[in-house]
């Protein structure tokens, strides 16, 4: 435990003094995973979880360690349920389509992406993201019109510049507003 161990007996206290507020929850089960007592974490998590089942952020921190810990499927599930609750999160969306990439589940790793790309248009990573798994799905055009719009975004990044170079074989793709 470590340095998180006064924290962890914090919130333990916490947790006995109002043990149906999930936040307190939250924030012990999230000292466990940071201290790499994912067994922990996932019991408190679940309980925040059970708690309030309809707010997405504890479906999220649940998934988000059920990540940690390898255990994609039971991450997919939390996420999902995140998003439903949360379907205007950006950032639910791209973890969800992190671990769907990560579980090699491809073309839904896809249709996250393109939701989070649509919720925050100008978030230059979120672009990479989706530019990387159309890819790896065989759709360079498309991965290369993201790739530009990333370097548009961010000008400064030199992976975005790098990963739309690797696709140069290509006809260039251009982006809506832009002129040649």
């Not at 925040?48 to 921190?61: E, K, Q, S, T, V």
């Not at 996250?112 to 978030?123: G, H, I, K």
């Not at 530019?131 to 530009?148: I, K, P, Q, S």
């Amino acid at each position: 435990m470590g340095r998180y161990h006064a924290a962890i007996l914090e919130y333990r206290k916490a947790v006995e003094l109002a043990p149906d507020v999930p936040y307190y929850r939250y924030k012990l089960g999230d000292c466990y995973a940071v201290a790499g007592l994912g067994g922990n974490a996932l019991k408190e998590l679940e309980a925040a979880r059970d708690l309030a089942p309809n707010d997405g952020f504890y479906h999220f921190w649940l998934g988000d360690v059920y990540a940690r810990m390898g255990r994609p499927q039971d991450a997919i599930v939390a996420m999902e349920q995140a998003t439903l609750y949360a379907p205007d999160d950006a950032y639910f969306n791209i973890r969800l389509g992190m671990v769907y990439y990560q579980a090699c589940a491809l073309q839904e790793a896809a249709d996250a992406f393109r939701n989070a790309v649509a919720l925050d248009p100008d978030n230059a990573s979120y672009h990479c993201l989706l530019g990387d798994t159309y890819v790896r799905l065989g759709y360079e055009r498309e991965a290369l019109m993201h790739f530009r719009m990333a370097g548009r975004l961010d000008p400064y990044d030199a992976a975005y510049v790098e990963r739309a170079r690797r696709l140069v074989a290509l006809e260039p793709v251009p982006i809506e507003g832009e002129t040649e």
